[in-house]
């Protein structure tokens, strides 16, 4: 399985749901590969933010390895799962779809936790007390995503 997982810029959110699943996958034995993207252009090649390099860093997880990059339509092709941060990186994700087999693709990553609810992680950029708990938020979506399908 190759995962996508979105946010904005790609330096918050998103490459902290890399790291988190790309754990979770590795200590569940899956074969399947994890990348990130942001909706938006600005931080094309940077690093991830400080702040979830630092909370990525406490909990175990280096993602040091990782640079923003543009979602592209062509990714809809390059992957089976693409999981947002929010409801307008789903809006704008969700605009690029060419067909009916590319927005069966996106999915909110809290649906994995809160189905149907249409729940947003928050985005921590102007919070820098924000990054713990969306590491928190993600890391139990994700586990639950690994979860369910490593026994299905």
Same mark, same amino acid.
């Given at each position: 399985m190759k995962i996508l997982m979105v946010c904005? !810029?790609?330096?918050?959110?998103?490459? $902290?749901?890399e790291g988190i699943m790309k754990q979770k996958i590795s200590e569940a =034995?899956?074969?399947w590969m994890v990348d990130s993207a942001g909706t !938006?252009?600005?931080?094309?090649?940077? $690093?991830?933010?400080?702040?979830?390099?630092?909370?990525?860093?406490?909990? =175990?997880?280096?993602?040091?390895?990782?640079r923003a990059r543009q979602f592209?339509?062509?990714d809809f092709e390059?992957?089976?799962r693409i999981f947002v941060m929010d409801t307008q990186n789903r809006q704008d994700v969700l605009r690029l779809a060419q067909n009916e087999a590319?927005?069966?693709k996106v999915e909110l990553m809290l649906d994995q936790i809160f189905p149907g609810e249409d729940r947003s992680v928050p985005d921590p950029y102007y919070d820098d007390d924000?990054?713990?708990?969306?590491?928190?938020m993600l890391n139990e979506a994700c586990e639950a995503f690994v979860s369910r399908m490593a026994t299905s």
């Open positions: 904005l !810029g790609n330096i918050c959110r998103s490459p $902290l749901a =034995g899956l074969p !938006g252009f600005w931080h094309v090649g940077e $690093l991830p933010d400080r702040r979830s390099i630092a909370t990525a860093n406490q909990r =175990g997880i280096d993602i040091t390895d990782q592209h339509v062509a390059r992957f089976d590319h927005r069966a924000g990054f713990k708990e969306v590491f928190d």
